[in-house]
């Protein structure tokens, strides 16, 4: 067999080249590839990392419970119930228009609100927040599951509706405190939220089985009041009563004990109910107890009247000259309330027909700086301190500022503001033998793990009224509910010490015509104090005079709260002892 010699013919020797190249082309790849991998795994791997667990895992807050609210009996003002928010994971969803007009008249939100939520690129979005149980089982029967999720979340709720509402406050969506107590107390009533590691799948949906919980929440602390639910329900109930027979603007009402300075009641009306915040006017929410200041009209001649007596510039015995006006310095003229004469007066007449040319005469015993430290003395000008957000300082001007009229006029309340915390805790001072007192409306905080710290201590402050002094004025205005202005603030079987004060508006061009302020303020039982009570009602129309309009309130509220309180009568007074006309104030 002869073998073939000669030269290979191009076509194989292309192919051969071709080969050649295609082997090279994919090391070439190859090493590529491996140069990428190396890079990856080596100076990108710590960047990959990151982002795989970006994308597979995140951090879930594990809500603490906020803590509750009660009062001295241990009834519950604020506490949680369970609930649940609902969110979406869009990228999950394959028709987002369908599911937001699913989902949105379940959660009552439009449609478009929903839909605007769910981006294409997003992995969650929140539906609605705390929801009630009733809410998320129709949102699980639309089995709408991989789409949506639930988080729980507990509702915050107030057991006993627009009850001390204003002093309870509200908490906002986030449960961080908007107002009252929920807001002066945020930080401890809020806890501290605990933390888990929750793992997503691809289009990020929650694996269930890979949540792990990296941090406990840390539940909030409890606070107890000196607030009596009882003693508030009938404060409020009272005062509603009386706005409405008036119909006033508003009104407040407070019940105090005397040697303690615990607010038994702190009402306001107006009321509105915090769980449903949103639906009242912001007005409403204010606590006019502590935030509002007022010109007080005649309940101030007892800080007056008791500054004399103690500086010893007047006796109870002396005596001054009431002709129906007096002509002051500067040329203000001062006016009884209806041009009554008065002639020769005491001081427990000028507290018991409510004189305010009497009250003029007796200020100008005292110099103006002598005014000007008894009312500082007596708490008026600065915050009282009780545990409470917004409270006024009230307005008194140093005497500097004072014209040559205002120490008269200040005699009965005018030219000077004072909130009707304020007024509450001075005659407290009277009625305590002349030692003040500080209000207080939290008794203790009780942390989550049963430790126990008192909020702030109700001990009482310094001495503003020597005790003889201070035992007079209790005399004095005893007679104010015997025949005196506050007759209808009488209860039975009990010894009522009152004041009556009617004090016309200020405007921004002088007072309002037409516009007052009425209010009492008293203690009982007069001989051996337990409580003192104040009642005010503003702008009411028709009668507008404290002894009409809010004695009666003070007569309904101290007679059901010292029947409660189990405060035995001290004899009261003799409802029999003649009197003329009673005097209107």
Same mark, same amino acid.
């Given at each position: 067999?002869?073998?073939?010699?000669?030269?290979?013919?191009?076509?194989?020797?292309?192919?051969?080249?071709?080969?050649?190249?295609?082997?090279?082309?994919?090391?070439?790849?190859?090493?590529?590839?491996?140069?990428?991998?190396?890079?990856?795994?080596?100076?990108?791997?710590?960047?990959?990392?990151?982002?795989?667990?970006?994308?597979?895992?995140?951090?879930?807050?594990?809500?603490?419970?906020?803590?509750?609210?009660?009062?001295?009996?241990?009834?519950?003002?604020?506490?949680?119930?369970?609930?649940?928010?609902?969110?979406?994971?869009?990228?999950?969803?394959?028709?987002?228009?369908?599911?937001?007009?699913?989902?949105?008249?379940?959660?009552?939100?439009?449609?478009?609100?929903?839909?605007?939520?769910?981006?294409?690129?997003?992995?969650?979005?929140?539906?609605?927040?705390?929801?009630?149980?009733?809410?998320?089982?129709?949102?699980?029967?639309?089995?709408?599951?991989?789409?949506?999720?639930?988080?729980?979340?507990?509702?915050?709720?107030?057991?006993?509706?627009?009850?001390?509402?204003?002093?309870?406050?509200?908490?906002?969506?986030?449960?961080?405190?908007?107002?009252?107590?929920?807001?002066?107390?945020?930080?401890?009533?809020?806890?501290?939220?605990?933390?888990?590691?929750?793992?997503?799948?691809?289009?990020?949906?929650?694996?269930?089985?890979?949540?792990?919980?990296?941090?406990?929440?840390?539940?909030?602390?409890?606070?107890?009041?000196?607030?009596?639910?009882?003693?508030?329900?009938?404060?409020?109930?009272?005062?509603?009563?009386?706005?409405?027979?008036?119909?006033?603007?508003?009104?407040?009402?407070?019940?105090?004990?005397?040697?303690?300075?615990?607010?038994?009641?702190?009402?306001?009306?107006?009321?509105?109910?915090?769980?449903?915040?949103?639906?009242?006017?912001?007005?409403?929410?204010?606590?006019?107890?502590?935030?509002?200041?007022?010109?007080?009209?005649?309940?101030?001649?007892?800080?007056?009247?008791?500054?004399?007596?103690?500086?010893?510039?007047?006796?109870?015995?002396?005596?001054?000259?009431?002709?129906?006006?007096?002509?002051?310095? !500067?040329?203000?003229?001062?006016? /009884?309330?209806? =041009? &009554?004469?008065? #002639?020769? @007066? $005491? *001081?427990?007449?000028?507290?018991?027909?409510?004189?305010?040319?009497?009250?003029?005469?007796?200020?100008?015993?005292?110099?103006?700086?002598?005014?000007?430290?008894?009312?500082?003395?007596?708490?008026? !000008?600065?915050?009282?301190?009780? /545990?409470?957000? =917004? &409270?006024?300082? #009230?307005? @008194? $001007? *140093?005497?500097?500022?004072?014209?040559?009229?205002?120490?008269?006029?200040?005699?009965?309340?005018?030219?000077?503001?004072?909130?009707?915390?304020?007024?509450?805790?001075?005659?407290?001072?009277?009625?305590?033998?002349?030692?003040?007192?500080?209000?207080?409306?939290?008794?203790?905080?009780?942390?989550?793990?049963?430790?126990?710290?008192?909020?702030?201590?109700?001990?009482?402050?310094?001495?503003?009224?020597?005790?003889?002094?201070?035992?007079?004025?209790?005399?004095?205005?005893?007679?104010?509910?015997?025949?005196?202005?506050?007759?209808?603030?009488?209860?039975?079987?009990?010894?009522?010490?009152?004041?009556?004060?009617?004090?016309?508006?200020?405007?921004?061009?002088?007072?309002?015509?037409?516009?007052?302020?009425?209010?009492?303020?008293?203690?009982?039982?007069?001989?051996?104090?337990?409580?003192?009570?104040?009642?005010?009602?503003?702008?009411?129309?028709?009668?507008?005079?404290?002894?009409?309009?809010?004695?009666?309130?003070?007569?309904?509220?101290?007679?059901?709260?010292?029947?409660?309180?189990?405060?035995?009568?001290?004899?009261?007074?003799?409802?029999?002892?003649?009197?003329?006309?009673?005097?209107?104030?």
């Amino acid at each position: 067999m002869t073998r073939r010699t000669g030269p290979v013919p191009v076509e194989v020797c292309v192919s051969r080249g071709r080969i050649r190249w295609l082997f090279l082309g994919w090391v070439a790849c190859l090493v590529a590839l491996a140069g990428r991998v190396g890079y990856l795994q080596t100076v990108q791997s710590e960047v990959l990392r990151a982002m795989a667990i970006r994308q597979q895992q995140d951090w879930v807050e594990l809500p603490a419970l906020r803590g509750r609210i009660y009062d001295r009996a241990g009834r519950e003002l604020a506490t949680n119930v369970p609930a649940e928010s609902a969110y979406a994971i869009p990228r999950a969803i394959p028709d987002p228009d369908a599911f937001a007009r699913q989902v949105a008249p379940i959660v009552g939100l439009p449609a478009e609100r929903i839909r605007a939520r769910l981006g294409p690129n997003r992995s969650f979005a929140w539906i609605a927040r705390r929801l009630p149980p009733e809410v998320t089982a129709r949102l699980r029967a639309l089995r709408l599951t991989g789409q949506m999720g639930f988080e729980p979340e507990p509702q915050r709720r107030y057991p006993l509706g627009s009850l001390a509402a204003q002093v309870v406050g509200f908490v906002g969506i986030d449960h961080q405190g908007l107002s009252g107590l929920e807001a002066r107390f945020d930080g401890l009533l809020r806890g501290r939220p605990g933390r888990a590691v929750r793992v997503r799948d691809a289009v990020g949906r929650e694996i269930l089985e890979g949540r792990q919980v990296v941090q406990a929440p840390q539940n909030g602390s409890d606070l107890f009041l000196t607030l009596d639910a009882v003693v508030q329900h009938v404060a409020e109930r009272e005062l509603e009563q009386s706005v409405r027979e008036h119909r006033a603007r508003s009104g407040v009402a407070i019940v105090m004990n005397v040697g303690t300075g615990e607010v038994l009641a702190l009402a306001n009306v107006p009321r509105f109910d915090p769980n449903w915040y949103a639906a009242f006017p912001p007005d409403l929410w204010r606590n006019r107890a502590i935030a509002d200041a007022y010109e007080p009209g005649s309940t101030f001649k007892l800080v007056v009247l008791a500054a004399a007596l103690d500086a010893g510039v007047i006796t109870p015995e002396a005596t001054f000259f009431c002709p129906g006006f007096l002509r002051a310095p !500067g040329g203000h003229r001062i006016r /009884e309330a209806h =041009g &009554e004469i008065h #002639g020769t @007066v $005491r *001081p427990v007449d000028i507290v018991r027909l409510s004189c305010n040319v009497g009250a003029a005469l007796v200020a100008a015993r005292l110099t103006p700086d002598d005014l000007y430290r008894a009312f500082l003395r007596f708490g008026f !000008g600065r915050p009282t301190g009780i /545990e409470l957000p =917004g &409270e006024s300082p #009230g307005i @008194v $001007r *140093p005497p500097e500022t004072w014209s040559a009229t205002d120490p008269y006029t200040a005699a009965f309340g005018q030219g000077i503001a004072v909130t009707p915390l304020q007024l509450t805790a001075a005659v407290a001072a009277i009625a305590n033998g002349g030692v003040a007192v500080r209000p207080s409306i939290v008794s203790l905080v009780r942390s989550a793990d049963g430790r126990v710290a008192k909020a702030r201590s109700s001990r009482t402050g310094a001495r503003v009224l020597r005790p003889e002094v201070a035992q007079r004025m209790l005399e004095m205005m005893v007679r104010t509910t015997i025949d005196g202005t506050g007759r209808s603030a009488a209860v039975e079987g009990y010894t009522v010490a009152g004041k009556t004060g009617t004090a016309q508006k200020p405007g921004p061009s002088g007072y309002l015509p037409g516009k007052y302020v009425a209010s009492f303020i008293g203690v009982v039982p007069a001989s051996r104090p337990q409580l003192v009570i104040l009642t005010l009602l503003d702008e009411p129309e028709g009668a507008y005079y404290g002894g009409v309009v809010a004695a009666p309130v003070f007569q309904r509220i101290a007679r059901q709260v010292l029947g409660y309180l189990r405060i035995p009568p001290d004899g009261g007074i003799d409802s029999g002892i003649p009197a003329a006309e009673p005097p209107r104030d």
